[in-house]
């Protein structure tokens, strides 16, 4: 039997695999190898590797962590969970079946591209969801940004660090007069209209065109669209969820422990920062806390 089992080999699982191999622990990792940055040809704001393919990074951290001999990387796909602390089960969709004493949920979400034209092709190259990864390459350039909660309101002052000209296209979706006048005298331009195809041009948007024929010239777009967890193993285990503004995360504790006792959960599926960095701390940390909960 395993003393943990990890499910999802991207930034968070492979930190709470290499912490957990370090400490001698018997481990296995389970990944499918869709890391959610994958459409982006480079990642940034990563201490060591900013600006490298995000493949190469995890191909590096996966070559580290496989040279810790307690620990398992294993390609396949969790589908069933059951079990209690120190009798987890997990089966995957190839037919193979593991034990553990505890559990590392690592398996983060999908991006649920919404129907318009072009949204998909560019998602990650000049669709992109935050200024942190892939603002600095698109600064001082028109940026628009297409509404999906009030919370998109707050975004176009933080986008005021990159550029001056924004743009917010509400999609249809109706905002206090008063925000609006508010973000009209900062100089943000607003569209009321659904967006209804993104034009591209030389490997990136160069403007989209909403439903009633208007076309806004555009560098980049910035969009937050629904996602879902990648699989549903906290469904079967009946963890506690929250609901965000674009989908849900299981709710942890400060050592990434889930509702349920030996049941850890980090990265994206866990957290609503959506970052490398903060996947692979939070990995970290769940790695710790399922470690503790093992000791004498
Ligand atoms: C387009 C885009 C670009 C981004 N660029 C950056 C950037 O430049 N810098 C930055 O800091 N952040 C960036 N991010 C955010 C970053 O990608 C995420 O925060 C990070 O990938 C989260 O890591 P994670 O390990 O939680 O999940 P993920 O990277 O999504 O990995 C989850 C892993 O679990 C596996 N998996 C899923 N289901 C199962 C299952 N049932 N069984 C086994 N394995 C499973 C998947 O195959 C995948 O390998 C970007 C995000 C997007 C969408």
Redesign the pocket.
């Known amino acids: 039997m395993d003393d943990v089992i990890i ?7 492979l930190a709470a695999a290499m912490q957990l191999g370090r400490a001698r622990r018997k481990v296995t990792l ?8 994958r ?2 040809s ?5 201490l060591g590797f900013d600006g490298v393919p ?1 493949g190469d990074v995890l191909s590096q951290a996966r070559e580290q962590v496989a040279a810790y001999p307690t620990v398992k990387l294993v390609q ?4 069933t969970v059951s079990g209690e602390p120190d009798d987890f089960t997990i089966k ?1 969709a190839e037919g193979e079946s593991f034990t553990g004493r505890r559990l590392i949920l ?4 999908v ?1 649920e591209f919404p129907d318009i034209p072009g949204f998909a092709e560019s ?2 190259k000049t669709v ?3 200024p ?3 603002g600095y390459e698109v600064a001082g350039r028109r940026w628009g940004l297409l509404f999906s909660s009030l919370l998109s309101l707050h975004a176009t002052s933080l986008y005021a660090d990159w550029t001056d000209d924004i743009t917010l296209i509400l999609d249809g979706n109706d905002i206090p007069d008063e925000e609006r006048s508010k973000l009209e005298k900062r100089g943000v331009k607003i569209h009321d209209g659904k967006l209804a195809a993104i034009q591209q041009a030389g490997g990136g948007i160069s403007g989209v065109t909403l439903e009633d024929g208007t076309e806004i010239g555009l560098d980049a777009l910035y969009a937050h669209p629904r996602n879902r967890p ?2 549903n ?1 906290h469904e079967q285990l009946g963890l506690d969820t929250k609901e965000t503004p674009t989908g849900l995360m299981v709710e942890v504790d400060e050592r990434q422990k889930t509702s349920r006792d030996g049941v850890y959960a ?4 866990s957290n609503g920062m ?6 692979a701390y939070s ?1 970290s940390m769940a790695a710790m806390g399922a470690q503790q909960s093992m000791l004498g």
């Open positions: 499910v999802g080999g991207s930034f968070a699982g389970l990944d499918t190898g869709l890391n959610r940055n459409y982006a480079h990642a940034h704001n990563v995000p396949g796909r969790a589908e995957t690592s398996y983060g979400i991006d998602w990650g992109i969801h935050c942190f990864c892939h990648s699989a193993l980090a990265g994206d599926l959506h970052s490398i960095t903060i996947a990995g």
